[in-house]
């Protein structure tokens, strides 16, 4: 039975199309959380403080916020595969902006506050790009696979989505211990390069979007109301959102590993990356051996762990517990991931799949980055292991919440 699963679950790797695909979207992803990686670490060197790194957040959460609606209607009414390439070669371009900022030449020039100015500039270009090519590689998988192996694609996309975060947190690390941030960057735009000419060799795909003369209002007003009818997808999406914004620690690592920890940059990296890695741990398991019950209760009570394993994190003085926690909260967010992930897939119509990804996005995504702003805000009023105790127990009261008031979403099965 296991064999059988196992093919089942491995089908969407027989679609050539699929294949360019998931080897992109690794170097993509690998190359967003190594830019996000170097500049945390880049930031904290030169400010001191995790503020700015909340800075950071904030300066990439408001494009994704305020074109969310827009990038969808922009998303149905285009050819998928045309948009990534487009997107992923204007993110290059604003890493070049970074290997020019990180020069020698330029930092000796600049002054820190002027260099801090550079890097929240162009982190604020990569949010407008985030926004588009985000939902975009969402909604583009139910054009590579057939329907029958829908769910196993979308699993695999998650499993690579989490290895590459893996790798690029922890390659990042070590880069910037061999090569130095500017070289690092210099690899980042070698990656991103390569995926999108992965990007390119997909054939060009062709918009479902029923409503050619929909004006771009109304358009983002049906998304918007799909989602808010959509009372599974949405009590989802809300618990994910809660989560994320107030049990992120990812904005405080920089600060712990250096203060509290006393690690460098290739303890810090594995730090980062621990959290990727108990989420590809469970997310391989579950493509494999997929839930077959009570996928809805399983959901809640991972994300009170991810909660949990905050608390613990905050309160630990040790290398091996610190990493061990955010392991675990790792694992618990890969249930919520996966969990969400089918959800999306399986239930929005094709003609809106841009849209209700860009929604998807504006919530949970974006939440990433006010979290890590939310993050810096607490830590620089409260301290820093009191922020952190303090999301992981709001995290924990979000879920008692909506154990409550979403019914639907607990006994939810698919």
């Known amino acids: 039975m296991a064999l059988t699963i196992k093919k089942d679950s491995l089908s969407p790797l027989h679609e050539k199309e699929f294949q360019f695909f998931i080897v992109a979207r690794f170097l993509y992803v690998m190359s967003l959380r190594m830019v996000a990686t170097v500049l ?158 992965m990007i390119a060799k997909i054939a060009r795909k062709p918009i479902v979007h029923t409503k050619k003369d929909i004006v771009a209002w109304e358009s983002m007003k049906e998304g918007l109301r799909y989602v808010f009818t959509n009372k599974i997808l949405l009590g989802a999406i809300s618990l994910d959102l809660f989560a994320v914004l107030f049990g992120g620690a990812v904005a405080l690592i920089p600060e712990f590993a250096s203060k509290v920890l006393a690690v460098g940059p290739i303890g810090f990296g594995w730090l980062n990356a621990a959290t990727d890695m108990g989420s590809m741990t469970i997310i391989i398991l579950l493509t494999l051996f997929p839930m077959r019950k009570k996928q809805g209760q399983r959901m809640m009570y991972a994300v009170a762990g991810f909660g949990l394993c905050i608390i613990i994190f905050g309160l630990s003085s040790f290398y091996a517990i610190s990493f061990a926690a955010l392991l675990i909260s790792g694992t618990c967010d890969g249930i919520s991931v996966m969990v969400r992930g089918t959800i999306f897939q399986l239930t929005t119509p094709d003609e809106m799949r841009g849209r209700v990804s860009s929604v998807n996005s504006m919530f949970i995504n974006s939440s990433n980055e006010l979290g890590m702003m939310e993050s810096g805000i607490t830590s620089r009023i409260m301290g820093l292991r009191p922020s952190l105790i303090f999301g992981g127990s709001i995290t924990l009261l979000v879920v008692i919440i909506t154990w409550l008031k979403a019914p639907k979403l607990r006994k939810m099965e698919y």
């Not at 790798?167 to 500017?182: C, L, P, Q, R, T």
């Open 40 to 197: 945390a670490y880049k930031l904290f060197q030169l400010t001191q403080t995790s503020l700015a790194i909340g800075l950071v957040g904030l300066a990439e959460f408001v494009p994704v916020f305020s074109l969310a609606l827009y990038a969808g209607h922009v998303i149905d009414k285009s050819d998928k595969r045309t948009l990534l390439v487009k997107g992923m070669l204007s993110y290059s371009l604003c890493v070049v902006s970074l290997v020019v900022v990180t020069s020698s030449f330029l930092e000796k020039q600049m002054s820190t506050k002027m260099l801090e100015l550079c890097f929240y500039g162009i982190i604020f270009l990569t949010g407008i790009i985030r926004a588009f090519v985000g939902p975009t590689t969402n909604a583009i998988v139910s054009q590579l696979v057939p329907r029958n192996i829908l769910q196993f694609a979308a699993n695999i996309s998650s499993s690579t989505f989490l290895i590459a975060s893996i790798m690029g947190h922890a390659s990042a690390g070590f880069f910037i211990a061999w090569f130095g941030v500017n070289t690092t960057f210099c690899i980042i735009l070698f990656y991103i390069l390569l995926a999108s000419f």
